[in-house]
């Protein structure tokens, strides 16, 4: 059971934004009680959805100062309407829902940071926001993390929150997470929209410095079909309400934490990959700089042929090598090693002598697969989990609008 943190509350409502009549949840709003500090990382994309420009605006404008009424408190949240590539549009029809919800709650619209997901290039249904809004502002108070975590899903498979709690010199101070997505993801903010609630007082740079370094160890280091979307939102908020301070080592403490929680949180993103049956756990070792071993990690992640091979079972070695030799790495192909689930399939510029189609029959059927690529002897580590691909997945996406 994952413990809200203190100083928050949670509110969820149904608004039909997908026309399917099927009276599920699918906006939610997280508002802290008491002014709070934010810290956002967004997309990459150069395509970037109007709550995305909102959000980024809003952050940039709240600075690294002391958080007040006005500063961002709130987190709201739509599935089914992506209101991306809506132009000025969209910009104004986003303003409009953060009034209609300011409003309903007593909180000021540019305290509330938008998030939407759903089919790019639709605008929203204002009319739809208007109905439901006085339903989400009755149901504050009355969410369960889990709620909020399922109003926001769309193609997800199951709801995805973590949570944490640990001591400080102060007390303890409790983290929670929610976050959505399946496919579209990617390394450089993998396609999802994640919250991260903490009752700790933090200053905001030091919030907002250790959440980008958390985000580049986790999110960032996922991979399910290499697209990134228009809509990436990850935003944490730590409102203080447990009354003790973060400072000095306890940030450390903190960090580890929050990296704890993305890192569970992400690793649910690979698992519920659109179609996905496996979890490539992929390390890459000896290479001459972390920027190259992370090349190779991404190459492999990302190598459609790798996907497939591993949905089906098959310890393909060719293909791994293949995607390695192909990173744009320099590296002595004779010093590459390849291991799958602790069984070396490939050493000296050729592949072993193992039977190692019947030592991995069994390991293969599991979902969880170790890979692990040694290029060298040099400093150069890299992480990074991938799904595999399986027809599940295209059946998901040729029908997506439909």
């Known amino acids: 059971m994952i413990t809200l943190p203190q100083g928050f509350r949670l ?85 409009a829902t953060l009034d209609m919800v300011g409003a309903a709650v007593d909180l000021p619209a540019s305290a509330i940071l938008p998030a939407s997901t759903g089919v790019i290039g639709a605008r929203m249904d204002l009319g739809k926001w208007r109905v439901a809004v006085p339903a989400l502002a009755f149901s504050l108070g009355h969410a369960s993390l889990e709620d909020f975590a399922r109003a926001i899903m769309t193609t997800d498979a199951f709801p995805k929150l973590s949570g944490a709690e640990v001591r400080l010199e102060g007390g303890p101070v409790r983290l929670a997470g929610v976050a959505k997505g399946a496919g579209m993801i990617c390394p450089n903010m993998a396609t999802m929209l994640s919250l991260v609630l903490c009752d700790a007082a933090v200053e905001a740079a030091a919030w907002r410095a250790m959440f980008r370094r958390a985000v580049d160890a986790t999110f960032n280091r996922v991979s399910v079909d290499g697209d990134t979307s228009t809509n990436d939102t990850l935003i944490g908020l730590a409102n203080g309400a447990s009354g003790v301070r973060a400072e000095g080592g306890d940030l450390a ?13 992400a690793y649910m ?19 001459a700089t972390d920027a190259d071993a992370e090349a190779v990690a991404r190459t492999v992640g990302h190598s459609q042929l790798v996907k497939t091979a591993m949905f089906g079972r098959d310890a393909n070695w060719g293909r791994i090598v293949a995607a390695a030799g192909r990173a744009g790495v320099n590296f002595r192909p004779e ?52 799904s595999d691909l399986s027809h599940a997945y295209v059946s998901l996406n040729a029908g997506y609008r439909s």
């Open 11 to 95: 509110a969820v409502a149904t608004a039909d934004f997908r026309d399917k009549h099927q009276d599920r949840r699918d906006l939610a709003l997280a508002l802290s009680d008491v002014p709070a500090v934010a810290a956002g990382v967004f997309t990459t994309n150069l395509f970037q959805a109007a709550p995305v420009q909102v959000a980024r605006a809003a952050l940039e404008a709240a600075g690294e100062g002391a958080p007040s009424f006005s500063s961002p408190r709130a987190m709201l949240i739509n599935s089914g309407q992506a209101n991306a590539c809506t132009g000025e549009a969209g910009l104004e029809d986003c303003l």
């Open 253 to 265: 403490v903190l960090e580890e934490a929050l990296t704890g929680v993305l890192g569970d949180l």
């Open 269 to 287: 993103l690979v698992k519920d990959g659109e179609g996905a049956t496996k979890v490539m756990h992929i390390t890459v070792r000896g290479a």
């Open 335 to 386: 010093d590459l090693r390849v291991s799958l689930c602790a069984v070396e399939l490939f050493r000296d510029g050729r592949p072993t002598d193992l039977d190692f189609d019947a030592l991995l029959k069994e390991p293969l059927a599991g979902t969880d697969l170790a890979l692990e690529l040694v290029l060298g002897n040099g400093p150069g580590t890299a992480k990074l989990l991938a």
